[in-house]
């Protein structure tokens, strides 16, 4: 059974950081290309940030870019998000997905928003408000 599940979301003040876990089980994530994704109430899910199984090469979205990192921890069968700088508009459910040997790109991004992804976690609300 492939699982993930993420961890790490809640309230938070703008600027404020917060660092989201997305832990694998039932498949080791050497393999597999993990993307964050997020969707805020009324609006589609969108991609925010992916690294690929292959390189580690890293793709961001423009809004995030210079504020969020996305990293691997093999040993722990882990990807991590960190997350400084948070705006009122990253208020969303931030979801975790895999997908296996796809490398990072647009096309992964449009799989992702349509659920197309192998193994999903449940998500994990993230709040930025004052």
């Known amino acids: 059974q492939l699982q993930l599940v993420e961890s790490g979301g809640g309230l938070v003040q703008p600027g404020g950081s917060l660092r989201l876990s997305c832990a694998a089980s039932?498949?080791?994530?050497?393999?597999?290309?993990i993307g964050w994704f997020r969707q805020a109430p009324g609006k589609e899910r969108e991609g925010v940030s992916c690294i690929s199984y292959s390189d580690d090469s890293t793709l961001y979205a423009d809004s995030v870019k210079g504020r969020f990192t996305i990293s691997r921890d093999n040993a722990k069968n882990t990807v991590y998000l960190q997350m400084n700088s948070l705006k009122p508009e990253d208020t969303a459910v931030y979801y975790c997905?895999?997908?296996?040997?796809?490398?990072?790109?647009?096309?992964?991004?449009?799989?992702?928003?349509?659920?197309?992804?192998?193994?999903w976690g449940q998500g994990t609300l993230v709040t930025v408000s004052s």
């Open positions: 039932g498949f080791t994530l050497d393999y597999y290309t």
């Open positions: 997905g895999a997908e296996r040997r796809l490398q990072c790109g647009t096309y992964y991004y449009h799989l992702g928003a349509r659920g197309a992804l192998d193994a």
